[in-house]
């Protein structure tokens, strides 16, 4: 009867069982594998052109009751450092949406306006655990970069840098550096041999862009590093010493620096 107990309910009334369950714990994404006649698969959207207004539906079973829609719109982009109860959820980039999300709406789906699926519903912050207009959603673009690795080669493959970041980095370590406001990710440490030592990154220097991308924090620095494919040549910019160097990375597989040396 399927993996797990798991059975699926299509809305014609069948009843069919996956045959195969792939998982993520640290981006908090599961795939199943089913088998079955006339299945229509959703329409998947971007998030990255998902901007802060856009009107989204929420679709899942809310309390058991199934095919249920709630509509909002999105409220905010990029939430990282969100407690999920047991769940250690490394890779936050989290939508958050006021369209009501509750218990049994997680791993539904959440639409734009023309049917696209733009994220899976994951969890709500609530006092009550009932919603109170602040729902979380993984990006769809996230997702999929996990899930398409869950498939193809059954497990995530994550990138690795090399760096260790300075949680303390604010205002004031900003001002005396001699940046404007904080931004980007400072470096308090470089692994040997990573990434990172090869291409001359330095402890102090402040990560400022990655792959083109404005580094917003920390937390925005590991999301960016963990949804890059290994051995991708990647242009870095850094301020250092009052001045921006540009360099380049090529990142590594995270695998052989985690795991204990013998």
Do not use: C
Request: no cysteine; proline share 6%; aromatic share 6%.
């Amino acid at each position: 009867s399927g993996i797990g107990g798991i059975k699926i309910g299509l809305a014609d009334g069948r009843r069919i069982y996956p045959s195969r369950l792939w998982d993520d714990p640290e981006s908090d994404v599961a795939v199943l594998a089913v088998d079955a006649a006339d299945l229509t698969p959703a329409r998947l959207g971007k998030s990255k052109d998902v901007e802060i207004g856009d009107f989204v539906l929420a679709v899942g079973s809310p309390f058991g009751l199934s095919h249920s829609v709630t509509f909002g719109i999105i409220s905010a982009k990029g939430r990282r450092d969100l407690e999920l109860g047991h769940a250690e959820v490394v890779f936050q980039d989290f939508l958050q949406t006021d369209a009501a999300i509750n218990p049994g709406n997680s791993g539904g789906p959440l639409i734009n306006l023309r049917g696209e699926v733009i994220g899976i519903n994951t969890a709500i912050a609530s006092n009550s655990g009932g919603n109170e207009g602040i729902g979380f959603a993984i990006p769809i673009d996230m997702f999929m970069f996990v899930a398409n690795q869950l498939i193809e080669k059954g497990k995530v493959v994550r990138a690795f840098l090399g760096v260790h970041l300075d949680s303390r980095f604010g205002p004031a370590m900003a001002a005396e550096v001699g940046l404007p406001r904080p931004m980007g990710a400072r470096v308090s440490g470089v692994t040997a041999q990573s990434p990172a030592a090869v291409a001359g990154v330095q402890i102090g220097d402040i990560i400022l862009q990655f792959d083109g991308q404005q580094v917003e924090d920390a937390g925005h620095l590991i999301n960016l590093v963990g949804t890059t494919p290994v051995g991708k040549k990647v242009p870095i910019v850094l301020f250092r010493d009052r001045k921006v160097v540009p360099l380049q990375v090529i990142l590594a597989d995270r695998e052989p620096f985690l795991s204990p040396k013998p």
